[in-house]
C-alpha cells in the first residue's frame, strides 16, 4: 500500500502555484457536453477526480483529447448514451452532474444513485426536486435514479431548501436549455457556481446572478463549445496558507485569489499568523505562539467546510482551546479520531469538536479518512515530533495536484512510498 512518510519540523518557505479549482473544473468538464461543438478547457489539474469525470463522460460518448497537460478539448457533437454506470458514479460523487445536460440534450438520463460517503449521507433530493418542478418524470429503480421528459425540459420557480453546490450546477446546465425562464432561489454562491456561469454564458447560455442567491436563466435552443480557463483552487490555496501558518514558515500562495479566501484570511489572523495579499497571490508567515479561535462552516461565503479539517490541524497546537462547528455536513469529524493518535485533545460535542491545543504532535501512523481529512493529516505530520505515515492516499490523489512535489518543494521532509 502506499504511504507517505513525513519528517515534521520543517518550516514550509518560498512559493506554490495554485492549480486550477477540482470543485470548478468538474461541473466545467460535464457543462460541455451541452455544446454540439468543440470546447477548449484551460487550467486543468492533474487530479483522479478529473480522470474520472472524463471517463463518465467518455462512456456516454463525449470524445475528449488531454494530449496537451493542462488543457481539455471535449467534443460532445456525438453524446449517444445517457447512462452512467455506478462503478463510475460510486468512485465521485460529482458525476451525478451529467443529470442536467442529459436531460438538456438526450430528454432522458439513468445514473446509478452516488449513495453516502464518509462525511455524510449526502443526498440527491434537491437535484431532484428541481428537474420535476422542469418538467421532468424521476423514478428510482434498482439502485438507478432514471429521469425523462419526453417534451423537453420547462424554464421553472425553484426554491432550494438548502444552498446546495451541486443541486445549483445541475440545475444552470439543465435550466440554459429549457424552454422558458428558470428563477433559482437560495441558489449557492459559490466562486465555483460563478465560473461554471461564466463557462455557460460563453457558451451562449443567458445566466444572470450567479453569485448572489438568486439566479435567472432564460433557456436557449442550443449552446456551442467555447475557450475557458479554470479559477483558482482555494482550497488547495488554503490548505498551504494553514501549512505556513503551522509550520511558522514564511510560503507565497501565488493565484490564490484573496476575494474567495476571506473567511479563512481573517481566521489565519486571529491565530497571529501575519497574512499580506497582492493581486497576484497571498503570503502567509506563521507566528508562535498559535492563538485559539472558534470557527463554524457555513455555504459561502462563510467558513468553507472543506477547509474545516486542515483548520482544525492547526488548532491543535494552538496555545488554548478552540471549538470547531460543522454545519453542512452531519458527519465531518473522521479526522478527530486521527488527530488523537497523533496526541491531539479533542472531544465531540454534538456538531462541534472541542480543541484543547497541545505542545506538540507526535508522529505515528494514520489513515486518511476522506480527501480533506487526509490533507489535514499531512498538515499535522509537518508539524509533529518524529515520523508520520499517512495510508488510504486515494482519498488526497482525487483533489491535490502534485501535493507531494509542491510540499518537497517548499522544503518539507516528505515522501511517497510502497510500504506493506
Ligand atoms: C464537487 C464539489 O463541488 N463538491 C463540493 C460540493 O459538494 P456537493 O455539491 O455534494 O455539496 P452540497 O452543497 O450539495 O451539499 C451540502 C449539504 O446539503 C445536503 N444536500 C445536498 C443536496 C441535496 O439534494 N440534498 C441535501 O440534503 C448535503 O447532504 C450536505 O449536507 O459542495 C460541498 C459544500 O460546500 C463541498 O464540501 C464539496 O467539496
Ligand atoms: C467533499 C469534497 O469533494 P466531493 O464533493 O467531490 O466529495 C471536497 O472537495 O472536500
Known amino acids: 500500500m502506499e504511504k507517505l512518510v513525513i519528517h515534521g519540523g520543517n518550516p514550509l518557505q518560498g512559493t506554490v502555484r495554485v492549480s486550477g479549482a477540482k470543485n470548478a ?7 460541455s457536453m451541452l455544446a454540439t461543438t468543440e470546447s477548449t478547457l484551460q ?9 474520472t469525470v472524463c471517463e463518465v463522460i467518455s462512456s456516454l460518448g463525449v470524445k475528449i483529447d488531454s494530449s496537451q497537460e493542462g488543457t481539455l478539448v471535449i467534443d460532445a457533437a456525438n453524446l449517444d448514451s445517457f447512462s452512467a454506470p455506478y462503478d463510475l458514479v460510486r468512485r ?15 430528454r432522458r438520463g439513468k445514473i446509478s444513485l452516488p449513495g453516502g460517503c464518509s462525511i455524510g449521507a449526502r443526498p440527491i433530493d434537491l437535484h431532484l426536486k428541481a428537474f420535476e418542478a422542469m418538467g421532468a418524470k424521476v423514478n428510482l429503480e434498482n439502485g438507478y435514479i432514471e429521469a425523462s421528459v419526453p417534451e423537453g425540459l420547462k424554464g421553472a420557480q425553484i426554491y432550494l431548501d438548502f444552498p446546495s453546490v451541486g443541486a445549483t450546477e445541475n440545475i444552470l446546465m439543465a435550466a440554459s436549455m429549457a424552454e422558458g425562464r428558470t428563477v433559482l432561489e437560495n441558489a449557492a454562491e459559490e466562486p465555483e457556481i460563478v465560473d461554471l456561469a461564466t463557462y455557460l454564458n460563453s457558451m451562449g447560455a443567458n445566466i444572470r446572478g450567479a453569485g448572489t442567491n438568486i439566479i435567472r436563466i432564460e433557456g436557449v435552443k442550443e449552446l456551442h463549445g467555447a475557450v475557458h480557463s479554470v479559477i483558482p483552487d482555494r482550497i488547495e490555496a488554503g490548505t498551504f496558507m494553514v501549512g505556513a501558518a503551522m509550520t511558522g514558515g514564511n510560503v507565497y500562495v501565488e493565484n490564490a485569489l484573496s476575494e474567495h479566501l476571506k473567511p479563512l484570511v481573517s481566521k489565519l489572523k486571529e491565530v497571529g499568523a501575519i497574512v499580506e495579499e497582492d493581486i497576484d497571490g497571498i503570503r ?13 462552516t457555513l455555504p459561502y461565503p462563510g467558513f468553507p467546510t472543506d477547509m474545516q479539517a486542515q483548520f482544525m490541524a492547526l488548532t491543535t497546537i494552538c496555545q488554548g482551546t478552540s471549538v470547531i462547528t460543522e454545519t453542512v455536513f452531519e458527519n465531518r469529524f473522521m479526522h478527530v479520531d486521527e488527530f488523537k493518535r497523533m496526541g491531539a485533545k479533542i472531544r465531540i460535542e454534538g456538531r462541534s469538536a472541542i480543541v484543547e491545543g497541545v505542545r506538540a504532535l507526535e508522529g505515528c501512523q494514520v489513515n486518511a479518512t476522506d480527501l480533506r481529512a487526509g490533507a489535514a493529516l499531512v498538515l ?24 507531494v512535489l509542491k510540499l518537497q518543494r517548499l522544503g518539507a521532509d516528505i515522501v511517497r512510498v510502497n510500504k506493506e
Do not use: N, W
Not at 43 to 51: A, K, N
Not at 284 to 296: A, H, M, N, Y
Open 25 to 31: 473544473v468538474l461541473p466545467i468538464i460535464v457543462a
Open 380 to 403: 499535522a505530520g509537518l508539524v509533529a515530533l518524529g515520523e508520520t505515515e499517512v495510508g488510504y492516499l486515494h482519498h488526497i490523489d482525487r483533489g491535490y495536484d502534485h501535493l
Open 92 to 106: 465521485m460523487r460529482a458525476s451525478f452532474l451529467v443529470m442536467g445536460p442529459l436531460l438538456a440534450r438526450k
Open 284 to 296: 502567509v508567515i506563521g507566528k508562535s505562539p498559535l492563538r485559539p479561535t472558534d470557527i463554524k
Open 43 to 51: 487550467e486543468i489539474p492533474q487530479l483522479d477526480d478529473v480522470h
